[in-house]
C-alpha cells in the first residue's frame, strides 16, 4: 500500500500516544511467565504485539483482550506447554530474542521459532551463545538464523559480559537466570531496562550496580514463582517521537503528548534534539535513574530552528530506534549532523542505515553512510519525492513524517508496514492538521 504525506500546515493538538512497544511485549511474556492473572492496562494493539500474544497462547497461556486491556492468565515459571508446530513470531524481534530466556528451562520440551521474511534474516546467534553457556540448547539455521528450535534443560547461573550492548539480550538471559542460583549480565553502556523494572515489580531479586568498566551489571536470582497483578504501559516515546519530529519541523506547529514514558533508558531521543536546540519541554527521569515503576510526562512541543550535533556511541543503545528521525532532523539542522558507533542499526528490520541513507537521499538530502553509522549535512530542508519502506515499520514512518515537512511530499511506497507498532499514525496526524 502506497501512502502519499503531502507538505501540511501546522499540527496542533493534544494527544495520547499509544501503549509502548517494548514494554508490552514484556509485560505479557513475564505475566505468562507468572502464575495466576495479570491485566496489562493501555496495552499496545499492533502487529507485533498481537504476534507476543497469538505465541504465548501457543504455548498454553491464556490472553485475552478487553478494550486496551489485556489479561493474561499464565503458566508459572516451568508451566510453558509445548505446541504442536512452529511458534510464528511475524516481524517482532524482541519477541524473537526473549521468549527463548523463558523456554530453555522448560525441561525436556523443545519449541521452534519462525517469523516473516525479515526476522529469518535477523540473527540469533547472540543470544544461543549466553544460553549455551548455561546449558540450554539452540538449534538454529546456519547457527545463527531462524527457524531455530530450543531445546528446554535445566541451567546454571553465568556472568556474561554482553560484547554490544543490547536490551533484548540482556532480557533474554535474565528471564533465563530466574531459574539459576544467580545470572549476572555485564552492559559496556547502559540499554533500556524495562525487564529490570517489571521483575522487580514481579517480586523476583534483582540488583543493579555500576561495573568498573563503566557500563552496568544486574543480577537476578532464583524467583521461586513471579506474580504481578497489573502494569499499566505508558504512552510509547518512540512513536511519539515520530510526532514529536513532525511538531519540530512543520513551521507553527504545537503539539501536547500526553502520557509518554520517560524512562532514562528510553529518552536518549529526547535528550538528542533538546541539545539541537528542539523546543520539547517535559519532566523527564533523571539519568541513571531506576524506580520500579515507569515514569510518565506530558510532552509540549513547538516548532523552531536546530543546530546540529554529534550522537555518540555510547547514546545509541538509548535512542537505538529513533536514530533514523536524528538524520531526518539533521537535514533541517544548520550544520553536519553525525551518527557513530550505531553498527546495530544494520541488524534491525532492516539494514537501518543503508535504507535511511538510500531513502533520505532520494528525497534530496545530502548524507552518506559508514560501516556505523551516517552523517548529514543540513541544507534546511528535503524536496520530496518517493521513499521505499523496505517492510519496516520504522522507515515508513520517517517517510512520512518527511513529507510533512518537506516541500513536494512524499509518497511512502509499502506504508502498510507502519502498523507493526504505530497503525493509528495516519489518522493522528490528520487530527493534528484539522
Known amino acids: 500500500m502506497n501512502a502519499r504525506f503531502s507538505p501540511s500546515g501546522p499540527?496542533?493538538?493534544?494527544?495520547?500516544?499509544?501503549?509502548?512497544?517494548?514494554?508490552?511485549?514484556?509485560?505479557?511474556?513475564?505475566?505468562?511467565?507468572?502464575?495466576?492473572?495479570?491485566?496489562?492496562?493501555?496495552?499496545?494493539?499492533?502487529?507485533?504485539?498481537?504476534?507476543?500474544?497469538?505465541?504465548l497462547r501457543a504455548?498454553?497461556?491464556?490472553?485475552?483482550?478487553?478494550?486496551?486491556d489485556v489479561v493474561i492468565a499464565g503458566r508459572g515459571l516451568r508451566g510453558a506447554r509445548a505446541p504442536g508446530g512452529a511458534?510464528?513470531?511475524?516481524?517482532?524481534?524482541?519477541?524473537?530474542?526473549?521468549?527463548?530466556?523463558?523456554?530453555?528451562?522448560?525441561?525436556?520440551?523443545?519449541?521452534?521459532?519462525?517469523?516473516?521474511?525479515?526476522?529469518r534474516r535477523r540473527p540469533v546467534d547472540r543470544i544461543a551463545e549466553p544460553l549455551g553457556r548455561m546449558g540450554g540448547t539452540i538449534d538454529a539455521r546456519q547457527g545463527r538464523f531462524a527457524p531455530f528450535t530450543v531445546h528446554g534443560a535445566a541451567l546454571h547461573g553465568i556472568?556474561?559480559?554482553?560484547?554490544?550492548?543490547?536490551?533484548?539480550?540482556?532480557?533474554?538471559?535474565?528471564?533465563?537466570?530466574?531459574?539459576?542460583?544467580?545470572?549476572?549480565?555485564?552492559?559496556?553502556?547502559?540499554?533500556?531496562?524495562?525487564?529490570?523494572r517489571l521483575l522487580m515489580q514481579a517480586g523476583a531479586a534483582v540488583r543493579r550496580e555500576a561495573s568498573p568498566s563503566g557500563g552496568v551489571r544486574t543480577t537476578v536470582g532464583n524467583a521461586g514463582e513471579l506474580g504481578l497483578e497489573r502494569v499499566e504501559v505508558p504512552g510509547d516515546v518512540s512513536s511519539a517521537a515520530f510526532l514529536i519530529a513532525a511538531g519540530v519541523l512543520v513551521p507553527g506547529s504545537r503539539l501536547l503528548l500526553e502520557g509518554v514514558g520517560v524512562n532514562w533508558t528510553r529518552a536518549g531521543f529526547l535528550r538528542i534534539i533538546q541539545r539541537m536546540g528542539a523546543n520539547v519541554l517535559g519532566e523527564l527521569e533523571a539519568v541513571g535513574g531506576f524506580d520500579p515503576l515507569e515514569p510518565v510526562a506530558d510532552l509540549d512541543v513547538r516548532s523552531g530552528p536546530l543546530g546540529a550535533t554529534t550522537v555518540e556511541a555510547h547514546e545509541v543503545p538509548l535512542a537505538i530506534d529513533e536514530l533514523p528521525l536524528v538524520a531526518l532532523l539533521g537535514c533541517f539542522a544548520e550544520g553536519e549532523t553525525v551518527v557513530q558507533g550505531a553498527a546495530e542499526l544494520?541488524?534491525?528490520?532492516?539494514?537501518?542505515?543503508?535504507?535511511?541513507?538510500?531513502?533520505?537521499r532520494a528525497l534530496g538530502a545530502e548524507i552518506e553512510g559508514s560501516s556505523d553509522g551516517l552523517t548529514v549535512?543540513?541544507?534546511?530542508?528535503?524536496?520530496?519525492?518517493?521513499?521505499?519502506?523496505?517492510?519496516?515499520?520504522?522507515?515508513?514512518?520517517?517517510?512520512?513524517?518527511a513529507g510533512l515537512a518537506s516541500r513536494e511530499g512524499v509518497e511512502v511506497v509499502g506504508?502498510?508496514?507502519?502498523?507493526?507498532?504505530?497503525?493509528?499514525?495516519?489518522?493522528?496526524?490528520?487530527r493534528l492538521v484539522a
Not at 87 to 114: C, K, M, Y
Not at 346 to 360: H, N, W, Y
Open 11 to 55: 499540527l496542533r493538538g493534544r494527544i495520547c500516544v499509544a501503549g509502548d512497544k517494548s514494554i508490552s511485549h514484556r509485560a505479557a511474556i513475564i505475566g505468562a511467565m507468572a502464575p495466576g492473572q495479570m491485566r496489562i492496562g493501555n496495552f499496545l494493539d499492533a502487529a507485533d504485539t498481537r504476534s507476543t500474544l497469538d505465541a
Open 87 to 119: 511458534i510464528d513470531v511475524g516481524n517482532a524481534g524482541t519477541l524473537l530474542r526473549l521468549l527463548p530466556g523463558w523456554l530453555a528451562f522448560q525441561h525436556e520440551r523443545s519449541f521452534t521459532l519462525d517469523g516473516d521474511d525479515s526476522i
Open 59 to 68: 504455548l498454553g497461556v491464556s490472553a485475552d483482550v478487553h478494550g486496551d
Open 346 to 360: 544494520r541488524v534491525k528490520e532492516s539494514d537501518r542505515i543503508a535504507t535511511v541513507v538510500a531513502g533520505l
Open 159 to 196: 556472568e556474561y559480559e554482553l560484547p554490544v550492548a543490547s536490551a533484548q539480550v540482556k532480557s533474554c538471559v535474565l528471564l533465563a537466570g530466574l531459574a539459576t542460583d544467580s545470572t549476572t549480565v555485564i552492559e559496556p553502556v547502559p540499554s533500556r531496562d524495562h525487564t529490570e
Open 415 to 430: 506504508m502498510q508496514a507502519a502498523a507493526v507498532s504505530y497503525p493509528g499514525f495516519a489518522g493522528d496526524i490528520a
Open 377 to 401: 549535512r543540513g541544507t534546511g530542508g528535503l524536496r520530496g519525492g518517493r521513499l521505499h519502506a523496505q517492510g519496516d515499520h520504522r522507515l515508513a514512518l520517517l517517510g512520512a513524517v
